[in-house]
Protein backbone atom coordinates (compact mmCIF):
# COMPACT_ATOMS: atom_id res chain seq x y z
CA UNK A 1 0.00 0.00 0.00
CA UNK A 2 2.71 2.09 0.72
CA UNK A 3 4.56 1.84 -2.51
CA UNK A 4 1.17 2.55 -4.74
CA UNK A 5 0.52 5.60 -2.56
CA UNK A 6 4.37 6.59 -3.57
CA UNK A 7 4.04 6.41 -6.96
CA UNK A 8 1.15 8.46 -7.12
CA UNK A 9 3.03 11.19 -5.34
CA UNK A 10 6.06 10.51 -7.44
CA UNK A 11 3.33 10.97 -10.84
CA UNK A 12 2.21 14.27 -9.31
CA UNK A 13 5.61 15.12 -8.44
CA UNK A 14 6.19 14.86 -12.07
CA UNK A 15 3.20 15.99 -13.48
CA UNK A 16 3.04 19.34 -11.11
CA UNK A 17 6.79 19.91 -12.30
CA UNK A 18 5.92 19.33 -16.18
CA UNK A 19 2.93 21.85 -15.44
CA UNK A 20 4.97 24.34 -13.64
CA UNK A 21 7.71 24.09 -16.00
CA UNK A 22 5.37 24.72 -19.11
CA UNK A 23 3.60 27.52 -17.49
CA UNK A 24 6.72 29.46 -17.30
CA UNK A 25 7.91 28.83 -20.75
CA UNK A 26 4.76 29.84 -21.97
CA UNK A 27 4.47 33.07 -19.99
CA UNK A 28 8.46 33.69 -21.36
CA UNK A 29 7.27 33.40 -24.75
CA UNK A 30 4.27 36.06 -24.10
CA UNK A 31 6.50 37.91 -22.12
CA UNK A 32 8.82 38.08 -25.49
CA UNK A 33 6.11 38.99 -27.98
CA UNK A 34 4.03 41.28 -26.07
CA UNK A 35 6.03 43.01 -22.95
CA UNK A 36 6.58 42.28 -19.42
CA UNK A 37 3.35 40.10 -17.74
CA UNK A 38 1.76 41.65 -13.92
CA UNK A 39 3.17 39.03 -11.40
CA UNK A 40 -0.59 38.52 -10.51
CA UNK A 41 -1.38 37.47 -13.84
CA UNK A 42 1.69 35.03 -13.77
CA UNK A 43 0.29 33.36 -10.24
CA UNK A 44 -3.01 33.15 -11.54
CA UNK A 45 -1.73 31.37 -14.94
CA UNK A 46 0.07 29.05 -12.69
CA UNK A 47 -2.38 28.16 -10.54
CA UNK A 48 -4.77 27.18 -13.60
CA UNK A 49 -2.00 24.88 -15.11
CA UNK A 50 -1.68 22.98 -11.98
CA UNK A 51 -5.77 22.76 -11.51
CA UNK A 52 -6.30 21.91 -15.32
CA UNK A 53 -3.11 20.86 -17.49
CA UNK A 54 -1.70 18.77 -14.25
CA UNK A 55 -4.29 15.98 -14.21
CA UNK A 56 -3.82 15.31 -18.02
CA UNK A 57 0.06 15.67 -17.37
CA UNK A 58 -0.76 13.11 -14.80
CA UNK A 59 -2.59 10.72 -16.70
CA UNK A 60 -0.24 11.03 -19.46
CA UNK A 61 3.08 10.21 -17.22
CA UNK A 62 1.46 7.61 -14.95
CA UNK A 63 1.34 4.85 -17.34
CA UNK A 64 5.20 5.97 -18.55
CA UNK A 65 6.49 6.10 -14.96
CA UNK A 66 4.54 2.32 -13.91
CA UNK A 67 5.95 0.25 -16.78
CA UNK A 68 9.12 2.57 -17.37
CA UNK A 69 9.61 1.29 -13.04
CA UNK A 70 9.11 -2.03 -13.91
CA UNK A 71 11.70 -2.06 -16.70
CA UNK A 72 14.48 0.02 -14.38
CA UNK A 73 13.68 -2.70 -11.42
CA UNK A 74 14.61 -5.91 -14.05
CA UNK A 75 17.68 -3.82 -15.58
CA UNK A 76 19.03 -2.67 -11.97
CA UNK A 77 20.25 -6.22 -11.25
CA UNK A 78 22.04 -6.48 -14.78
CA UNK A 79 23.53 -3.02 -15.23
CA UNK A 80 26.63 -2.01 -13.00
CA UNK A 81 25.98 1.77 -12.33
CA UNK A 82 24.28 3.10 -9.58
CA UNK A 83 20.46 2.81 -9.39
CA UNK A 84 19.14 6.17 -9.24
CA UNK A 85 20.65 6.66 -12.97
CA UNK A 86 19.32 3.60 -14.21
CA UNK A 87 15.72 4.22 -13.03
CA UNK A 88 16.27 8.14 -14.09
CA UNK A 89 17.42 7.13 -17.66
CA UNK A 90 14.70 4.51 -18.58
CA UNK A 91 12.40 6.55 -17.25
CA UNK A 92 13.21 9.83 -19.49
CA UNK A 93 13.64 7.18 -22.59
CA UNK A 94 10.10 5.98 -21.91
CA UNK A 95 9.01 9.59 -21.41
CA UNK A 96 10.67 10.41 -24.78
CA UNK A 97 9.09 7.42 -26.62
CA UNK A 98 5.78 8.24 -25.29
CA UNK A 99 5.87 11.80 -26.28
CA UNK A 100 6.78 11.17 -29.77
CA UNK A 101 4.02 8.56 -30.22
CA UNK A 102 2.06 11.31 -29.06
CA UNK A 103 3.00 13.51 -31.10
CA UNK A 104 3.02 11.15 -34.39
CA UNK A 105 -0.75 10.74 -33.03
CA UNK A 106 -1.76 14.14 -32.24
CA UNK A 107 -4.29 16.06 -34.98
CA UNK A 108 -2.06 19.39 -33.50
CA UNK A 109 1.44 20.49 -34.30
CA UNK A 110 2.35 19.05 -30.85
CA UNK A 111 0.04 17.96 -27.91
CA UNK A 112 2.32 19.37 -24.96
CA UNK A 113 3.52 22.70 -26.18
CA UNK A 114 6.73 22.34 -24.06
CA UNK A 115 7.34 19.79 -26.29
CA UNK A 116 8.12 21.40 -29.53
CA UNK A 117 11.54 22.51 -28.88
CA UNK A 118 14.34 19.95 -27.81
CA UNK A 119 14.99 22.22 -24.12
CA UNK A 120 11.51 21.70 -23.32
CA UNK A 121 11.33 17.84 -24.44
CA UNK A 122 14.62 17.46 -22.04
CA UNK A 123 12.98 19.36 -19.21
CA UNK A 124 10.02 17.31 -19.21
CA UNK A 125 12.08 14.16 -19.65
CA UNK A 126 13.98 15.83 -16.28
CA UNK A 127 10.54 15.96 -14.55
CA UNK A 128 9.16 12.09 -15.20
CA UNK A 129 13.35 11.25 -14.30
CA UNK A 130 13.12 12.88 -11.03
CA UNK A 131 9.40 11.73 -10.12
CA UNK A 132 10.86 8.68 -11.05
CA UNK A 133 14.06 8.94 -8.37
CA UNK A 134 11.75 10.20 -5.84
CA UNK A 135 9.61 6.79 -5.99
CA UNK A 136 12.71 4.60 -5.86
CA UNK A 137 14.14 6.50 -2.87
CA UNK A 138 10.85 6.85 -0.92
CA UNK A 139 9.62 3.68 -1.71
CA UNK A 140 12.51 1.65 -0.14
CA UNK A 141 12.49 -0.14 2.92
CA UNK A 142 13.87 1.62 5.83
CA UNK A 143 14.72 -0.74 8.95
CA UNK A 144 15.87 0.86 12.34
CA UNK A 145 18.46 -0.66 13.72
Known amino acids: MRRIFVFLLAVLFA ?80 TWTALYVINQLAPMPTLIALNRTLAGTLMLLACTGLGAIFYHYFSRSRSVA
Open 15 to 94: ASAGSVVQSLVNLQAIAALAGPVATADQLSTLWFDLRHFMPVLAAIFLPIMLLSLIAARLLIKHIPVTKAIVVFAVTAIA
